[in-house]
């Protein structure tokens, strides 16, 4: 184990938040480091130091990084005030309460498809920070043929948002209502509303790949842990749409 660590390194590798957004807990007077206040950004620390975040300590962690196929029905949070299902309900609670381990972005209530679960806030900003431009690719299946008209305007970014215009990384017909997207953009029901933008509904939505990961073998509502030449080729992976 290293003898050093930056400060905002330590919180992101337990699970506090993600190494850019700890600088500004730091910048904001939450952070001690053995009893001290610590403002001043690039310091440096033990991993055996005392550091606490809001007044309650943490404690190096060891990092853990879980993929599920996740069903209909569950909201993906940590909690939920209105006590509807959440992916939560999908994982061993041991993990979450000893590793408090948490999903990374998204997925729609009514979505299916992969989930990553980690504790590892750099690995969290690596998969949904706009820069890495990180590549989800999606199973639609629509509620009527679509059109090739259609196709070539997905195709050549003539969707517009009010976000903006959507260039997909690539879209394949596999079916006469069943096609196969490529995006990066983490826009909220992204492709939903671009579809409903040209008159289609979805009748089902399911994201088959994430950062590269695929759910293969994984049924709906099991987990399995990411391999280790998965999570190193997250965190090494340095091209555009990963």
């Known amino acids: 184990m290293k003898k050093k660590i930056r400060l905002n390194h330590f919180l992101s590798e337990n699970g506090i938040t993600s190494r850019r957004k700890a600088d500004d807990l730091i910048k904001l007077g939450t952070v001690e480091v053995n009893g001290k206040l610590v403002l001043k950004l690039g310091c440096k620390i033990n991993y055996d130091d005392i550091v606490k975040f809001n007044g309650v300590r943490v404690k190096y962690k060891k990092k853990i990084y879980l993929l599920i196929n996740k069903p209909k029905g569950y909201i993906t949070t940590t909690k939920d005030k209105f006590r509807r299902k ?128 695929t759910k293969k073998n994984v049924k709906l509502g099991n987990w399995r842990f990411l391999k280790n030449k998965e999570i190193k080729y997250i965190k090494t992976k340095k091209n555009k749409s990963l």
């Open 86 to 213: 959440t992916v939560m309900d999908l994982i061993p609670y041991f993990f979450y309460k000893k590793y408090r381990i948490f999903p990374i972005g998204r997925l729609d209530r009514s979505t299916t498809g992969i989930l990553i679960f980690t504790n590892d806030g750099d690995l969290s900003e690596k998969l949904t920070h706009p820069k890495y431009r990180v590549q989800k690719v999606y199973s639609v299946l629509l509620n009527k043929r679509i059109s090739s008209k259609d196709l070539e305007k997905i195709k050549h970014g003539r969707i517009y948002l009010k976000e903006g215009r959507v260039k997909v990384l690539f879209i394949k017909l596999i079916k006469y209502n069943k096609i196969e997207i490529g995006i990066h953009f983490g826009w909220n029901k992204i492709i939903i509303r671009m579809f409903k933008f040209l008159n289609y509904n979805i009748i089902r939505l399911d994201r088959i790949s994430f950062g590269g990961i």
